[in-house]
């Protein structure tokens, strides 16, 4: 009989989550019937949409989320002992799935999948650049933003997991790069390490004076994960016909009441920007595409990554807490 831990959701989120909102329970499994596999998670993923989505209806049950899972035993023709399968599990350490259900939070499209051959590379990059965020990236920045060389684009959360990939993949197609990040360490690995043009620490400068400095031309292609004033603020500085991504909102994620920014639609008509928002999983029938390209690309040494990784599945909310504080660099992730 094989036991699991699992996190559950112990309250509803007031404000930043606590450690208390959530609660360690243990269950057996079942046996493992006929078309089932049984599996250990090794990575598990900790993102902001469990904090942006409205989970209260989840109260008393496990929490949502995605982990890399090794097959410890199948009674399915597609999975044998030792794959290693994605797959939205939620925060357990064991789980008995059928093999042919798709699952998760919204009911992604994506069933869980054996990883393809990460070429030596950590099984944990497929929570991260070469899984879910990396795609939001590769598919969320190219097919709405169309960026152009030569262009601008402005990124924020961006030493995050998604939005360093965002910024490498615009220097990729020979744009100027501009990102805003929490920190100065931040800030400087952008800079130094990853190439980007021009980064600011949103907590210490003027948005508005960042940008006349670094963009005096204007900004071309803005992938907007934070939302709220500052949003408004670099829209106000595009270009004319200039693209915007609206992936994210963190920047409203944890306040109870939804802060009010400056309205856009003047800007929108006047600038004839074109603003959309997305969900990754649009792009659920080119899946492999996204990882193949951003493996390519980290072959190539043109794409690199960054993992915080907190050890134990006993510290998942405190990963989770950590992420939304901004306490990770690059793609946060809890190793078993
Ligand atoms: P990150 O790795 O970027 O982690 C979250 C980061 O957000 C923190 O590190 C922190 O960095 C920043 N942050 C927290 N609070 C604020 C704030 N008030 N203002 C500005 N920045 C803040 O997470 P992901 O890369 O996984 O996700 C980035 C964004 O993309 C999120 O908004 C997420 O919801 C969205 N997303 C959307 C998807 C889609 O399909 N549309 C799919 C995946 C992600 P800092 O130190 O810079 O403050």
């Given at each position: 009989m094989v036991k699991s831990k699992k996190w559950i959701m112990a309250k509803v989120f007031d404000g930043t989550p606590k450690q208390d909102d959530f609660k360690l329970l243990e269950e057996e499994l079942p046996p493992v019937q006929d078309g089932e596999i049984l599996l250990e998670g090794l990575y598990f993923s900790v993102d902001p949409y469990m904090r942006g989505?409205?989970?209260?209806?989840?109260?008393?049950h496990q929490m949502v989320g995605s982990q890399v899972a090794k097959v410890?035993?199948?009674?399915?023709?597609?999975y044998k002992p030792g794959d290693l399968v994605m797959g939205y599990f939620g925060w357990r350490s064991h789980t008995v799935h059928h093999g042919d259900k798709s699952l998760g939070l919204g009911d992604p499209k994506i069933k869980p999948y054996i990883l393809p051959?990460?070429?030596?590379?950590?099984?944990?990059?497929g929570l991260g650049v070469l899984g879910m965020p990396g795609n939001t990236a590769y598919f969320g920045f190219l097919e709405i933003c169309k960026p152009k060389a030569g262009e601008t684009v402005v990124v924020n959360a961006a030493a995050g997991a998604v939005g360093m990939h965002v910024g490498q993949i615009a220097k990729i197609k020979g744009c100027r790069v501009i990102g805003f990040a929490g920190s100065d360490e931040k800030v400087e690995w952008l800079k130094n390490d990853i190439g980007f043009d021009a980064a600011f620490n949103y907590k210490k400068v003027e948005v508005e004076k960042a940008l006349a400095e670094s963009a005096p031309s204007g900004v071309d292609c803005y992938f907007d994960n934070v939302g709220g004033e500052m949003s408004s603020i670099i829209m106000d500085n595009m270009n004319l016909f200039g693209r915007v991504s609206?992936?994210?909102?963190?920047?409203?994620?944890?306040?109870t009441v939804k802060p009010k920014a400056t309205v856009i639609q003047g800007t929108l008509i006047k600038k004839q920007l074109k603003l959309e928002g997305f969900l990754v999983y649009r792009w659920d029938d080119r899946w492999m595409e996204g990882i193949k390209q951003n493996l390519e690309w980290i072959k190539e040494g043109k794409l690199k990554y960054q993992e915080t990784i907190t050890n134990g599945f006993e510290n998942m909310p405190k990963a989770f807490i950590e992420m939304l504080e901004g306490k990770n660099f690059g793609k946060a992730v809890i190793k078993a």
């Open positions: 989505y409205d989970l209260s209806g989840l109260v008393g410890l035993e199948s009674k399915h023709k597609d051959d990460f070429q030596g590379l950590s099984p944990s990059l609206v992936c994210g909102a963190i920047s409203a994620y944890n306040e």
